[in-house]
């Protein structure tokens, strides 16, 4: 990790969660404190909540603000990872609702714990530690902790038995792979962009988890991403409003929230995964 994120902070959690849309109040935590977190790319999004899960620390901080006042390209996304890595954080889990491009197999309700990520964001948001001084060419071919998310995609069915997460066991057999778009936002999909990102096989659309995953992987911390289906992307006949995510973001979050629940003890303390040694030969 860069010597510089090695901190020692006055509070610490070993597990982050970002909150996304309709997702602000983490009122699975027990005995829940909110703390402020100063980091040197200014305020996190929100005041940081630490607490506890079946005896884990767990800090939760809603990538919107509290109160959905901070839109996706504006979010203090290095601020947001900086504030989870001066805690101590180790893992990161980051539910988020998205638009499926594929409603054929991938439909609203449904949940999807994707592997890759394809970047449609624009300069607008700092995605990078690394701007000048210290140049950091960090890997980056599988986005996502293996470990995390084959923690999660194990307990899915029995924690959510009414609720199909993608990869489903058959898709895994045949070795299907789920990417999600992260587009600037805040403005949805032209159709044509739609059109195009189905043509490739992509599997969701959202405007948050690229940026999340990137800093994540540059702060040694790993990382799992669960898509939230909330409707049907742009190119099918009705288009998509922020009205309609909202309606369908209540049941996931609540089903989201479960999920992490029970999953979170699960999670070992000790990592087999490389998340935590990527930057020892990526410093020039």
């Keep these: ?158 924690v959510l038995p009414n609720v199909i997460v993608h990869p489903t066991r058959e898709e895994e057999a045949q070795g299907k792979s789920f990417t999600y778009v992260t587009i600037e936002g805040p403005r949805f999909s032209t159709r044509a962009e739609s059109l195009f990102y189905k043509s490739q096989g992509f599997s969701v659309v959202g405007m948050t988890g690229m940026t999340e995953a990137y800093l994540a992987r540059e702060a040694e911390i790993c990382f799992c991403s669960i898509a939230l289906i909330t409707d049907t992307d742009v190119y099918g006949l009705m288009p998509v409003t922020a009205e309609r995510v909202a309606r369908s973001m209540k049941e996931n979050v609540r089903n989201v929230n479960k999920l992490i629940y029970e999953v979170i003890p699960k999670i070992p303390v000790n990592r087999k995964c490389g998340c935590g040694s990527v930057l020892d030969f990526s410093i020039y």
Excluded at 76 to 100: D, E, Q
């Design 1 to 158: 990790m860069c010597a510089s994120l090695r901190i020692k902070p006055s509070e610490s959690a070993e597990i982050g969660i970002f909150g996304g849309t309709g997702n602000y109040d983490p009122g699975f935590l027990e005995d829940a404190k909110q703390v402020k977190v100063y980091t040197p790319y200014g305020s996190p999004s929100d005041l940081l909540t630490i607490g506890y899960v079946k005896g884990k620390k767990v800090a939760f901080l809603p990538r919107h603000g509290r109160n959905h006042t901070i839109p996706p390209y504006k979010v203090n996304y290095r601020a947001n990872v900086w504030a989870m890595a001066s805690l101590g954080v180790k893992r990161i889990v980051s539910p988020a609702a998205v638009g499926s491009l594929q409603p054929e197999t991938i439909k609203p309700y449904e949940f999807v714990i994707c592997d890759q990520f394809f970047d449609r964001t624009s300069h607008r948001r700092s995605s990078s530690f690394y701007e000048g001084g210290i140049v950091g060419h960090v890997p980056f071919s599988d986005p996502v902790c293996p470990e995390l998310r084959r923690i999660f995609l194990d307990n899915a069915a029995e």
